[in-house]
């Protein structure tokens, strides 16, 4: 019965990021269920049928707690709140195999920025349905509504996610606009830059209140150009960038003086970068730090 409880932990730690948007919150939680279970008495374990079943309601529903209570919570934030950012524990990260996230278009930054406009329950069914395979039966059990209602969640929750469309690019062509992005950033090369940034485009950054970091989006290829280029000229010494897999695209890692100081996710459509995503916050780049 251990190994099988104990099998279920990656399953648990997919779900709870998708859930929450933060590994450290999802191993909280994880960590929460697994203690409810081993506080239960053995007569009352070998009663529950389905073991990973019950550690995954119970995840949900800590989960959806945890969400409300988040959402005051990121009312007081400083500045803008953007969901942790994931490496790939194949370019050298050390994560634990059992806590290591699926990397596939449910955590595209776009698509976990959408989570983040949603009411808790609109996010638990979209996430519980439309990734997760549950049936809307058995996310009536785990959040105590009607399959009816549970349905009406995910469908609200399908609108607002059709304001951040899936990438429009392939994976290979959104590594070499991110390449050729990190090279005009590199050399100032403000005509490459104009190039590859959308018009319209959007960068938003996330310090947290804990480090320097733009507190309102930049709209607009231009404004997000004139912020890059000073960026590049108030560095002094060593300052690094890195191409990385970012929440499973391709994006960039910042290094100055030898240290993780930001994480840069990005959104390509029509052969233009259309959104960039800054995670300055320390306490967001930990997962980054092997």
Request: aromatic content about 8%; charged content about 25%; overall charge negative.
């Amino acid at each position: 019965m251990t190994d099988v409880v104990l099998e279920e932990r990656r399953h648990l730690i997919n779900l709870a990021y998708r859930l929450l948007g933060s590994l450290a919150e999802a191993e909280d939680a994880v960590q929460e269920a697994y203690a409810r279970w081993y506080a239960l008495s053995q007569p009352q374990q070998e009663a529950i049928v389905a073991p990973g079943a019950w550690l995954t309601t119970v995840t949900s529903r800590i989960c959806l707690d945890l969400l409300g209570s988040a959402r005051h919570r990121r009312e007081s934030y400083v500045g803008s709140w953007i969901p942790e950012p994931l490496p790939d524990p194949a370019e050298g990260h050390t994560a634990d195999p059992a806590d290591r996230v699926t990397l596939d278009e449910s955590v595209g930054m776009a698509f976990m920025v959408a989570l983040e406009s949603m009411t808790p329950a609109q996010r638990v069914a979209l996430v519980l349905h439309d990734v997760f395979r549950y049936s809307f039966a058995e996310i009536a059990e785990i959040t105590g509504r009607t399959p009816a209602a549970c349905r009406e969640l995910a469908s609200s929750a399908r609108r607002r996610v059709r304001a951040f469309p899936p990438p429009a690019a392939s994976a290979g062509r959104q590594t070499v606009l991110v390449r050729d992005f990190k090279q005009a950033w590199e050399t100032q090369d403000i005509a490459a830059l104009v190039g590859l940034l959308d018009p319209d485009a959007v960068f938003t950054a996330d310090g947290g209140g804990k480090v320097l970091a733009a507190l309102e989006p930049i709209v607009g290829g231009e404004e997000i150009i004139a912020f890059l280029l000073r960026v590049a000229n108030s560095v002094v010494g060593d300052f690094s960038l890195l191409e990385r897999t970012v929440n499973g695209q391709a994006g960039l890692l910042v290094r100055y003086h030898g240290v993780i100081s930001s994480v840069y996710a990005f959104d390509v459509e029509d052969d233009r970068i259309t959104r960039i995503w800054a995670v300055r916050n320390p306490s967001k780049l930990r997962p980054w730090i092997s």
